[in-house]
């Protein structure tokens, strides 16, 4: 019953325009029939709980019944998600001053919460890092980030815009791990680690372009595929726009091949996370591995199920539930 009434929800709030557009994105890319690719989707949809735009992203057109088992379909995430996190402890998550003041032992940096009626404390802030980084405290893909040089500001002015921007959490600035920071030096380019069931089960690393000082995906970034077995970038890096990469653009550092230093370090961190809030078993961890080890830039409750599935970052065109199924066994 859970999966029809998810089918019949999905079917409600289906924007079928977008839909036809999408077919017709997959008929111009792979030249197939379009009333074929139509029935196809919804095949999909009713067998796997796949999206049109899973369909689409995850080009399950051009995989056969045994490979569309394996992909973790955004029906199957909202399952895992619904089974596994607790929506009251999940809220934890999603507000970053109280996910900062839980896992601060995680987050290994100073932090200030801007109440505006704090002023001196700010500048006491400011005076100790010449360097911050500035949040909203609930929204999600970069938005509202910023870092600042605070010796080029005035430091009123400042605490005033931050307050009436609602960019209310300040942060020590992090520093990352020299051979994270050899392929882009401009973000702190972002380990997405997900577990489910207190195991690593998927990992990315989000790495900034363009002169940005971010590293979302959704804001001009690229991601890569870590093997989770041991911490090699075996696949090149994608971009949004489904630009793929072997080496950085910008610095021409390479991509593929590199090995995330201290990665078993990596996993046991995440691993141990799990426990400060265990009625939130499925999170997606954004760490910030440092000179000396890592640290959490902020967790996730309800990860995403594509970037690590797409076509560019698949062996033999399977995805990862059945990673995710053995994670769950016990």
Known sequence: MGKARYLIRRIRYMSFGNMFKTIN??????????IITFFDVIYCGLKYQAGYMDYYQFQMYNMNGKERKTIITRGINNAIYKKYNNPEAAQKFEDKIVFN???????KRDFLELTGENLDEFKEFTEKHSEI??????????????????????IDELYKRLVENGQILAEECAVQHEVINNIYPLSINTLRVVTLNKKVVAAFLRIG????????????GMAAAIDINDGVIKFKAIDKATKVYD???YTGAPIVGVQIPMWNEVKAFCEEACNIIPEVGYVGWDVCLGPDGPSLIEGNDFP????????VHRNDNYGLLPVFEEAMKN
């Open 304 to 311: 995403g199920h594509d970037i690590y599935q797409l076509p």
């Open 25 to 34: 994105q997959v008929h111009e890319k792979s030249g197939k029939n379009r």
């Open 133 to 154: 980084v500035v949040k909203p405290v609930g929204l999600a893909c970069g938005k509202g980030v910023e870092k600042i040089d605070t010796t080029k500001e005035n």
């Open 209 to 220: 372009n363009d002169g940005n000082s971010v590293d979302n995906f959704n804001h001009g």
């Open 247 to 249: 080496v950085h653009p």
């Open 101 to 107: 003041r839980l896992f601060k032992d995680f987050v």
